[in-house]
């Protein structure tokens, strides 16, 4: 079955420390999405790609880092610059054309310790 | 600059009451129109999309229909269950150089037998 892949499903970190949260497609899509999720925030975009090898910061990417050198993959990296990363992180991909809707892997929960 | 209104929850039915979730946007353009759903812990499903003024959407019994002339795309469902809890989003895409998605602060729906 084709669809997004997210892992793990939760992760704890210590202050001070960077993590990497994976995210994988099998749907041929084009576009990757990361967004965080806070309570009674809705979703607010981080980083997203087009294509492979290019990227654009989101609305809050400072603190965060991606790479985009696989069609299938788009890591994302928290940094210890993020000052508040504990979050729910949702990973989404998309065929070109905005007509499409956005299919969305089952999220990662951030916990800083 | 684009936006995405909606209702806030938490909204709290009896099984088999009608459901309406209001959902207004702001854009220049001719966006695309989404509902997405969200169960606990999980990712973004797509419920229901329109994608030019007067479609209506529809899945699951739930309906939206696109209102250009007062910039709505309110969701119902004439008989709600209890499995239908969740956080519903509100969401539309427009073409700003590439597509972008912006989303509603989601609206908690909860059912009671």
């Known amino acids: 079955d084709g669809g997004i892949t997210q892992s793990p499903k939760y992760l704890f970190r210590k202050e001070g420390q960077n993590v990497t949260l994976s995210c994988e497609q099998n749907?041929?899509?084009?576009?990757m999405y990361w967004y965080r999720q806070d309570p009674g925030q809705g979703l607010r975009l981080i980083y997203y790609s087009q294509i492979v090898n290019d990227f654009q910061k989101g609305d809050i990417a400072e603190g965060y880092s991606v790479s985009r050198e696989k069609k299938e993959s788009f890591p994302l990296t928290v940094t210890s610059a993020q000052k508040n990363p504990t979050a729910f992180y949702l990973c989404?991909?998309?065929?070109?054309?905005?007509?499409?809707?956005?299919?969305f892997g089952p999220g990662t929960r951030l916990t800083v310790l | 600059g684009n936006s995405v209104t909606q209702m806030e929850g938490p909204v709290t039915l009896s099984e088999e009451a009608f459901l309406t979730i209001n959902c207004t946007y702001t854009?220049?353009?001719?966006?695309?129109l989404f509902w997405y759903v969200q169960y606990p812990g999980e990712g973004l499903q797509l419920l229901l999309k329109a994608t030019k003024a007067d479609d209506k959407g529809s899945n699951k019994g739930f309906e939206a229909t696109y209102r250009k002339e007062t910039t709505s795309f309110h969701l119902e469902k004439g008989s709600v269950q209890v499995s239908d809890s969740a956080v519903y989003f509100c969401?539309?895409?427009?073409?700003?150089?590439?597509?972008?998605?912006?989303f509603g602060t989601g609206t908690r729906l909860k059912v009671l037998a």
């Open positions: 749907l041929n899509h084009d576009a």
């Open positions: 854009a220049t353009g001719y966006p695309s």
């Open positions: 989404a991909s998309t065929t070109s054309g905005g007509d499409n809707e956005q299919f």
């Open positions: 969401a539309l895409s427009v073409a700003s150089g590439t597509y972008k998605y912006i």
